[in-house]
């Protein structure tokens, strides 16, 4: 059974950083895509960006270019997604996903909760 | 990047009812391969979101007959035949042939 289980919630202070966990099982985890997602407070879902673990191959969404960092260890089945310093408009959930190619996603993750709050 | 603009953003519905929710995309969703990355996604209130159709119109596994995906193009349509009271939640269609992929707004589906 394909399983992605993410790292527990988060609250932060702006300014802090910040790294989460998505870990794959079930499944041959190099060889699938893991992307990113944010869903805001009551808003809707936003690609952030994937990486190819066997390889470490990234590509991020422009939104997102430089203001994350997405990084996988293939050795542990794990896929990361962190910030150097958090502002309170990071607040939201994050989802990884798994992807088939970079363009047929299909199982997700739990969801993180990241709160930024002074 | 490639707007994903789905109708109506909210849907309420009767049991038993028809439900029918529309994705339009700004470009042509077919890739080089011949393929049209065009997916639906359903999330129940407080769960991760769930994949129901992949490339148009293939349904997952698990997912009730009740669901179906039409479409070509730029022009997609999720239909359910006869809605029950688990289908409340919000649908998204993604569009995963051009980078990066996209989301539509979402439609929320409830019960009347």
């Known amino acids: 059974e394909v399983q992605l289980v993410q790292s527990g919630a988060e609250v932060k202070k702006p300014g802090e950083s910040l790294k989460i966990s998505c870990q794959g099982s079930g499944y041959n985890f190099p060889n699938y895509w893991i992307g990113w997602v944010r869903q805001m407070p009551g808003k809707g879902l936003e690609w952030m960006g994937i990486?190819?673990?066997?390889?470490?191959?990234?590509r991020y969404s422009p939104s997102f270019q430089g203001q994350v960092t997405i990084s996988a260890d293939m050795s542990i089945g794990t896929a990361y997604l962190q910030w150097s310093s958090l502002k309170a408009s990071d607040t939201a959930m994050y989802y990884c996903?798994?992807?088939?190619?970079?363009?047929?996603?299909?199982?997700w993750g739990q969801g993180t909760l990241v709160t930024v709050s002074s | 990047d490639v707007v994903m603009t789905q109708s109506p953003l909210s849907l309420p519905v009767t049991l038993g009812q028809p439900a029918s929710i529309s994705c339009r995309s700004s470009q042509s969703l077919e890739y080089s391969d011949g393929d049209t990355y065009l997916n639906w996604f359903q999330q129940r209130p407080g769960q991760s979101p769930r994949r129901l159709i992949y490339?148009?119109?293939n349904r997952d596994s698990g997912v009730p007959d009740r669901f179906s995906g039409s479409g070509s193009g730029t022009d997609f349509t999720l239909k359910i035949s006869r809605v029950e009271a688990e289908d409340v939640g919000v649908y998204y269609c993604?569009?995963?042939?051009?980078?990066?992929?996209?989301f539509g707004q979402g439609t929320k589906v409830e019960i009347k």
């Open positions: 996903a798994r992807s088939k190619g970079q363009r047929l996603v299909d199982y």
């Open positions: 990486i190819y673990p066997g390889d470490s191959d990234t």
């Open positions: 993604m569009q995963g042939t051009h980078w990066p992929q996209t």
């Open positions: 490339k148009v119109s």
